[in-house]
Each structure stands twice: as structure tokens, then as C-alpha cells.
């Protein structure tokens, strides 16, 4: 695996413990650039900016359920300080015991900072068929 493959399974790993422990340190996996978009897979998963994503967040969080992540596959790919990627496999909602798997999307668009390799955009998606 390259370094980008190893990363960008490292940051989908936390951002999914992060949103199932419904901590608001998801933020970090975010970059700080005014620009940032998360497009989640629902009417109304839209939010630009940092505040609009955080309050997105808390929205989540809110909500009497768990949710997590499982990855069949991740593909990636990466121009300078600039990767993008697309991970394929479901979104786990935990309510209770109960656990309901839903077939999921997540394409990126990732910057290199400091700290690793960040979201710029978040964009999830439920397809059917």
C-alpha cells in the first residue's frame, strides 16, 4: 500500500470511530480552509463552512442513533498536496442492539496540511439498485 492508501485509510478509520463515539473531534479531520463542504446522502446534508459543518455535526450527534462506517474498498489518488479518493461499502445505524447496514458511497477531496491530510469536501451517497 502506498503512503496516500495508508492516510486515506487512516483518516476514513477516525472519521468513522469519531462519528459512532459522537465526538465533535471529527472537526479535526476537517481542513480549516473557509471553503470546506460536506454533502452527506440525505435532503438537507448540506453545509458550507466550518460552523455550517460543525452545526451539521451536533445535528447528527442529536440523533437517537449510532452511526459508523465499513469499507469494502478505497481507491485514492493524489496531484501535489491535493488527493481524492471514493470508498465503497455501507453505513452501519446502530439503534439500540439493532444494527441496519445501508450500501454507501464516500468520495473526498482531500488537502495536505500539517497535520495530515484533511477534508475539503465530504460527499456521501446512498446508491440503489
Do not use: T
Not at 473531534?25 to 463542504?37: K, Q, R, S, T, Y
Not at 455550517?52 to 493524489?78: G, K, T
Not at 473526498?108 to 465530504?122: A, H, I, N
Request: with cysteine; aromatic share 8%.
Amino acid at each position: 500500500m502506498s503512503d496516500l492508501e495508508i492516510s486515506v485509510h487512516e483518516l476514513l478509520a477516525h472519521l468513522s470511530d469519531r462519528v459512532r463515539r459522537k465526538d465533535i473531534a471529527v472537526m479535526e479531520l476537517f481542513d480549516d480552509d473557509a471553503g470546506i463542504m460536506l454533502a452527506g446522502s440525505e435532503p438537507g446534508d448540506l453545509a458550507r463552512g466550518p460552523i455550517e459543518v460543525r452545526a451539521h455535526m451536533h445535528q447528527v450527534f442529536a440523533l437517537p442513533l449510532h452511526l459508523h462506517w465499513e469499507w469494502d474498498s478505497i481507491a485514492c489518488w493524489s496531484n501535489g498536496d491535493i488527493a481524492w479518493f471514493l470508498a465503497d461499502g455501507r453505513a452501519v445505524i446502530a439503534r439500540g442492539d439493532e444494527l441496519s447496514p445501508v450500501a454507501y458511497r464516500l468520495s473526498g477531496v482531500l488537502v495536505k496540511s500539517e497535520k495530515g491530510w484533511r477534508f475539503r469536501l465530504f460527499h456521501g451517497s446512498e446508491p440503489r439498485g
